[in-house]
């Protein structure tokens, strides 16, 4: 399993960000290899599945994803249930402190973590339709750095809509294979 971990400090109450990130429809205007997701059932608590269907390069694949327990606003637990060996969470901790630096119009912060571990060689291969001479290891071996890219990306994303408009981001990147 590979594990990927991106955190930073946002400028928002831990509620306001549990509440952003719990809405998985939103993630679509926040990637950019993901094109659709759509709720196959459930308010968005646990047993509420989505399918997320990823575009990049040359492919199409569709997972189906299922939100498996909620803490709020500190937790969002979720695993892929169709075409992939994966699972994550989102975590969300209210700072004691401002760090330094913070923006004058800032009033608290959070940090926000997004957590994922995932096998790259789980996937249905019957559900990409690979062009002639591709292997799927050919495709791992360069959809590994597109996902890290990809979750910096969202991560980025995310906190400026949280804060009403983009600025510099330190990110946190951990990565496990």
Known sequence: MDELVVSTVVYAPPEEAYDLLVDFPRYEAYADH???VVRRRGDG????????????????????????????PERIEWRVVRNLNASGRWRIEELDELPDG???WANTASRVSFE???????????????????SLGWVVDRLKPAIASEAQRIVERIVADLEGEPRPVDLTVERRT
């Open 102 to 104: 913070a923006p004058d």
């Open 116 to 134: 994922v571990s995932y096998d790259p060689t789980s996937a249905n291969e019957g559900g990409i339709d690979l062009p002639r001479f591709v």
């Open 34 to 36: 993901l094109r659709d």
């Open 45 to 72: 608590g646990p047993g509420t599945r989505y399918a997320l269907r990823f575009a990049w390069w040359k492919l199409t694949y569709t997972v189906e994803s299922e939100v498996t327990e909620v803490d709020p």
